[in-house]
């Protein structure tokens, strides 16, 4: 796989106008539109806080600032591992980059768990819903949205690794697609059971009851895992090489705008309530 | 040799057998023609072409709704339609020809002209070139399935939408509108949205990567230039809309207040998402429109573009203040005396560039030998049309002449002016123009003429008109009116001037389909033209340019005739070049992405009636569409997955010293 490692200028596209390569402007170009979104949402958020009707949830009564903050930081630990992740593949290190892409979905499950326990936490315990008050509305529609672009670059991310298995020769789709199953289903379960637990459980919660209540998802995650293990253990000649930097890198682009958009959702939604 | 290339026009049968890759689900399509060949086709014309066919379909839709809409309204106290159905027709006229007819045409011209214009074989991502397409189809159902409800009883969609095409908030609150046709309505506009922002990501890379060499972007075609900056603009504005879309989703289906006035919701707030998307968008309508004037212009005038720098820059204006002026929409909704002002004072501004396009335009006539073909005919109406429309813009942009305007029949004048005497008239005029470089054939010019006089008497009887019924307060949207109004002569003379219209309309098309089966055949290059499309056989070949051309001047195509030779030489070393890299590289066909779009369809329409039981045989199947929903997007998810495993594929052509080409496939 590094046979052609000498030919690859990973900086320069000699086939394109500008010598940017097509993929990477299409990602530049889709993240200006994607801007658009956030800045329309947190227009919407911002423009509401402003107006509060009587009734109003108060969001520093609500809000979890040590949790989110840890959150944060657990998110932006991810771009440095998305960095690794592409600077491993722009070397030809596909088990490198194999490793990287699962630790930058670990730490974005861990991200997403944290906010799967804060709506739980803020709709039962703090009874602030999306259709009781303006700011239940605003708040969870700007933050669920981001959340669902993190959740969607777990998933690219997801497929990329699995993309990394194709065999250079031969068939092979069907376990190929077992082993997308497998990563979907054990990240699932990480971050929609798993993580919220354990974060009830340093919250005081008791570890063994929190296996009873969801004994299903757990085995299931379990199972995911395991096959996880065994097919990531495959060995032979891929097809997926350093001729690829240029795909992890477009995902890496998209990767780190998402978490850029979060450092500006946690000023402006968070912080400001204290300010 | 080069002459030899040039006069083979080679489209082919099949493409050569591919070798059966075993990590695929199915066989990757080959067809070149019939049914499977369309599908999942990759080819910028063929897709530029179903573009163009869809948009002429629903052009003659929206056609039909104005005529009965004008049919209402011919005279006072008119029973003709029922008022519900007025508001579904006046909704749905203007949702499809701005949606379903002007930006689907543009977008076949954008297929079919940048990859030509910029000399190059396809635009930059040919299978998501083929998703926008269906994605586009797929909203293009959502917006139209209500209609059905008329017909058969048993889709309860509560007919057309009828919110109008801006759907004002709170209209769009389920308290006001409960029928599924709302829903519909938000999720097909979604989906057109999601459509045109990939199609212009795609255009964006395609104008700025993928030009020849030698064509350095101030030697851009004008129209290149526009659909660049139009894609700008669409990727910038739709999230505004896109986002509006989904809190109204939202507040219909999960109970959020965002346009809920008892739960802290300002109904405003729609107004402006919607504006900062709507306003932008008027300028998405117009840019191509000015491109296709920008090329026809010089060429029936004999004459390079007067000021092509001045022009192009104008146009990149006009999208970046077009941003900043869409509070003249709501100068009656009391924003306060300083915003009022700025936006007034933006709005005048934004008239300064497109007259200086206008000046330039006919800068480029003064002098020239104009010749009055067909084209030419519609391009000249273009620019009287579009500045009588313009003039009326002005006037709306001073806020207390517009308190007076707003909502009334001088808006519709206005706005029909823009769109019509300016948006179609160009587009006529486009598709008269290239409709030899893409079936072969020329249009009777006589024919076309009278078509194009029909179309211009027609027009302006119905639209003058409007603009004294307006100031006489006739307010627009209004089902029927008194006859003690003194608005019966002018909605007579509109009414008969419609009719006018649509059989101009009907005589355009009619023609066009004449000349397709029976008209003279085109050359290369029938009107003599400037640009790098006409350098090529009519219809263009799957590969386009046998060799990448390099662009040595702006009029390209009118240098390369006054220097065969050196030209003729440049060709056949370029062939040369590439054949040793193994020939010609086309990408294959796909069924990926209407597959995906196909998830895309089943995953909004249920997803619209979310809340709303599944019954099959009048039997409860599941209590919500949750399920139906989640299937599509399962469908989706795994052609997306699927595509990305697939490749981009591709095979080789190859061009031999007597023009044959043929097919081969390797691993280069």
Redesign the interface.
């Known amino acids: 796989m590094n046979s052609h490692a000498a030919t690859i200028d990973h900086h320069h596209d000699a086939t394109t106008a500008t010598g940017i390569p097509n993929k990477k402007l299409l990602w530049w170009a889709f993240l200006a539109s994607d801007c658009m979104f956030f800045g329309a949402l947190i227009s919407t958020h911002l423009v509401y806080r402003l107006n509060p009707p009587p009734g109003n949830a108060v969001p520093t009564q609500i809000f979890n600032i040590e949790l989110t903050s840890f959150s944060t930081f657990i998110l932006l630990m991810s771009s440095l591992l998305m960095a690794l992740a592409v600077n491993a593949i722009q070397r030809g290190n596909v088990r490198s980059t194999r490793t990287m892409l699962l630790g930058t979905m670990f730490f974005g499950c861990l991200f997403l768990g944290g906010q799967v326990f804060e709506f739980t936490h803020f709709v039962y315990v703090k009874k602030m819903t999306l259709s009781n008050s303006i700011f239940g509305s605003t708040f969870f529609t700007l933050t669920g949205t981001h959340g669902t672009h993190v959740a969607i670059g777990v998933l690219l991310l997801g497929m990329m690794y699995v993309r990394t298995f194709k065999p250079a020769q031969g068939g092979g789709l069907l376990l190929n697609f077992v082993h997308l199953l497998a990563v979907c289903v054990t990240f699932g379960v990480a971050f929609i059971w798993f993580v919220p637990g354990m974060i009830e459980v340093v919250y005081g919660a008791s570890f063994s009851e929190l296996l009873r209540e969801h004994a299903i998802p757990f085995a299931a995650g379990i199972v995911g895992l395991i096959a996880l293990i065994a097919l990531g253990r495959t060995r032979g000649a891929v097809e997926f090489g350093e001729k690829n930097a240029i795909d992890v890198e477009a995902i890496g682009l998209y990767w780190h705008f998402v978490d850029i958009v979060w450092i500006i959702i946690f000023t402006a939604v968070y912080l400001l309530e204290y300010l | 040799m080069a002459e030899a290339i040039a006069k083979h026009a080679y489209t082919g049968g099949a493409h050569a057998p591919v070798k059966k890759a075993?990590?695929?689900?199915f066989a990757r399509p080959t067809a070149k023609t019939g049914l499977v060949g369309w599908l999942t086709t990759v080819d910028h014309k063929k897709i530029g072409m179903l573009y163009g066919g869809f948009a002429i379909f629903f052009f003659l839709v929206g056609g039909l709704e104005a005529l009965l809409i004008r049919t209402q309204l011919i005279v006072p106290n008119n029973h003709f339609l029922e008022a519900q159905t007025y508001n579904e027709l006046f909704t749905m006229h203007g949702t499809t020809m701005i949606f379903l007819a002007v930006m689907p045409l543009n977008a076949a011209f954008f297929n079919l002209l940048i990859p030509l214009q910029v000399g190059a074989r396809d635009v930059?991502?040919p299978r998501l070139n083929s998703f926008s397409l269906w994605v586009w189809v797929v909203g293009a159902i959502l917006l139209n399935v209500g209609w059905l409800s008329h017909f058969v009883p048993a889709w309860k969609f509560g007919g057309a939408p009828s919110v109008g095409w801006f759907g004002y908030a709170p209209l769009t609150s389920k308290a006001f509108t409960p029928q599924l046709s709302t829903d519909l309505w938000v999720f097909g506009l979604q989906v057109l949205g999601l459509s045109s922002?990939v199609a212009?990501?795609?255009f964006?890379?395609t104008i700025?990567?993928?030009?020849a060499p030698g064509?350095t972007m101030m030697r851009l075609p004008v129209f290149t230039w526009m659909a660049l900056v139009t894609s700008f603009l669409l990727?910038?504005?739709?999230?505004?809309i896109?986002?509006?879309l989904?809190?109204v989703m939202?507040d219909r289906n999960?109970?959020?207040?965002?346009f809920e006035v008892s739960?802290?919701?300002?109904p405003i707030?729609w107004q402006h998402?919607f504006w900062?998307f709507g306003h932008p968008e008027v300028y998405i309508l117009i840019l191509p429109p000015m491109g296709y004037v920008s090329e026809i212009l010089p060429t029936f005038s004999r004459k390079p573009l007067f000021g092509y720098p001045i022009i192009v820059f104008s146009g990149v204006a006009i999208g970046f203040i077009g941003f900043g002026v869409w509070s003249h929409h709501m100068f009656t909704t009391g924003l306060g005396n300083v915003a009022t002002a700025a936006f007034a004072l933006a709005t005048m501004a934004i008239a300064v560039p497109t007259g200086v396009k206008i000046f330039n335009w006919i800068g480029t006539l003064w002098g020239g030998q104009i010749m009055t073909r067909v084209p030419m005919m519609f391009a000249l109406g273009f620019i009287w049309m579009f500045m009588l429309g313009g003039f009326s813009g002005i006037m709306h942009s001073a806020a207390p002449a517009d308190a007076q305007q707003q909502d009334s029949y001088f808006v519709i004048a206005h706005f029909h002016y823009v769109l019509i005497g300016g948006a179609t008239f160009a587009l006529l005029a486009a598709i008269h123009y290239w409709f030899p470089k893409f079936f072969g054939r020329m249009v009777p010019e006589f024919w076309g003429k009278l078509s194009f006089w029909l179309i211009f008497i027609g027009f302006n009887c119905t639209f003058f008109p409007m603009h004294f019924l307006g100031l006489n307060g006739m307010p627009r949207r209004t089902w029927t009116y008194d006859s003690n109004m003194g608005w019966n002569e002018g909605n007579l003379v509109a009414s008969c001037g419609a009719y006018l219209l649509g059989l101009g309309i009907f005589t355009y098309f009619a023609v066009l389909i004449w000349s397709f089966f029976k008209g003279k055949v085109a050359g290369n290059d029938p009107w003599d033209g400037r640009t790098m499309e006409w350098s090529i056989p009519s219809p263009p070949p799957e590969h386009n340019f046998a060799a990448i051309p390099t662009v040595h001047a702006r009029d390209a195509w009118w240098y390369e005739k006054h220097h065969q030779e050196e030209i003729a030489q440049e060709r056949a070393e370029h062939i040369q070049a590439e054949e040793s890299h193994g020939g010609i590289h086309m990408p294959d066909q796909s069924w990926y992405p209407i597959i995906a779009a196909f998830g895309l369809l089943i995953g909004t329409y249920n997803m619209a009636q979310l809340h709303h039981p599944v019954e099959m045989f009048n039997k409860v199947i599941f209590a919500t569409h949750l399920p139906l929903a989640i299937t599509g997007l399962c469908i989706l998810?795994t052609a997306c997955?699927l595509w990305?495993?697939e490749g981009p594929g591709g095979y080789h052509l190859h061009i031999a010293p007597d023009g044959k080409v043929t097919e081969s496939r390797g691993d280069h």
């Open positions: 075993t990590f695929e689900l930059a991502f922002i212009s990501l795609n964006i890379v700025i990567n993928m030009r064509l990727i910038l504005a739709l999230p505004a896109a986002i509006a989904v809190e939202f999960f109970g959020t207040n965002f739960g802290g919701g300002q707030l998402l900062v998810v997955y990305s495993l």
